[in-house]
């Protein structure tokens, strides 16, 4: 079955932060809101798509949320909703885990066993029964929503470095956490086991395909490999680092590449699993002027199917979300959110 086009119309610009955006999830399907996290402290929710978006000739902006949510005390660095949409955990500088209920938008509990800044955070278990969260004191924790008792059912300790992303694939019962010591460490909570792959780079972002056959990996060298999860076996990259211009290089204009070098960038699956999409960094002198952009590159060929600048203001996209009613969203350096469609 031939790939659809990648959708790259700009629809919707949120301008409701005022600090960078390292955090960007949709709802539960169908992906109504949009939940984003920021260095100026706050989550705010808001609509991904207003209703006459897709029919109106110019992107629509919105500079007001429908909910803050106001707790955190440092930047907010990750958000997770869960599957019914009535709770979301959010993660940051505070070394805290805060769940939230998002109808009365306060926070139900608050979990503090992390020594250091927290980076990446997960739902997991039965009915999202249990959260996972990766932290800078190279911990991951699982924590009981339903316990009365506030300390971490356990606590994984091989990293040497931040815990910088997670992902939980609920079918199989696994893990995925990437390091900043440069390692991806798949733990299998039902067997108790730990398969550990090396990727010499510091780790910025994981993502397991639907299947959990294949794991999408970011790292520090502007390349995102994609692993086969049973043996670590490389089995295609996308990005890495620029190639030298030719002086007989026909570009009339210069082209944004892909830069991934200093930042966490977060890259997904998008498109049932036929595309990788990441954000990245503007280049050092970036003389594009296009500022920093994001990427799409099919699975099956690696070819590059959409580059999307993000505006010349912007230095770096660091987070991006899929949703597969067929419309994207990426959170920028400025304080924006872009959805796409």
Request: glycine share 8%; proline share 4%.
């Amino acid at each position: 079955m031939p790939r659809k086009e990648f959708p790259s119309r700009h629809l919707h610009t949120l301008k409701t932060h005022s600090g960078p955006v390292n955090a960007v999830t949709f709802s539960s399907y169908p992906g109504t809101y949009v939940l984003t996290g920021s260095s100026d402290r706050a989550v705010h929710l808001s609509r991904a798509m207003p209703n006459n978006a897709e029919k109106s000739p110019q992107a629509i902006e919105t500079t007001t949320p429908i909910q803050k949510y106001e707790a955190h005390g440092y930047s907010v660095l990750d958000v997770a909703v869960a599957a019914d949409n009535a709770s979301f955990v959010s993660v940051g500088g505070d070394r805290q885990v805060f769940l939230w209920d998002v109808e009365q938008g306060i926070t139900k509990k608050r979990w503090d066993g992390h020594t250091s800044r927290v980076e990446a955070v997960q739902f997991a278990g039965e009915g999202d029964s249990v959260v996972v969260s990766g932290s800078a004191d190279t911990t991951v924790k699982i924590w009981d929503i339903r316990s009365k008792d506030y300390k971490p059912i356990q606590s994984l300790t091989e990293a040497t470095d931040t815990v910088s992303s997670l992902h939980v694939h609920m079918p199989s019962y696994l893990i995925a956490s990437g390091s900043y010591d440069g390692h991806v460490r798949i733990y299998d909570v039902r067997m108790g086991r730990t398969t550990d792959d090396v990727l010499a780079h510091p780790v910025t972002s994981v993502r397991c395909s639907a299947d959990g056959n294949a794991l999408l990996a970011s790292t520090l060298d502007s390349y995102i490999r994609m692993l086969d999860r049973s043996n670590g076996n490389l089995l295609a990259a996308f990005g890495g680092p620029e190639k030298e211009k030719t002086p007989f290089s026909h570009a009339s204009k210069p082209q944004p590449a892909y830069r991934n070098a200093e930042l966490r960038v977060r890259s997904v699956f998008a498109q049932g699993d036929a595309v990788v999409l990441s954000g990245s960094e503007a280049a050092k002198n970036d003389e594009s002027g296009l500022g920093a952009s994001v990427f799409a590159w099919d699975i099956l060929s690696g070819e590059t199917v959409a580059t999307v600048p993000m505006g010349k203001n912007v230095k770096v996209v660091s987070c991006v979300a899929w949703n597969e009613k067929g419309y994207w969203a990426g959170g920028c350096s400025d304080g924006s959110v872009r959805v796409f469609g």
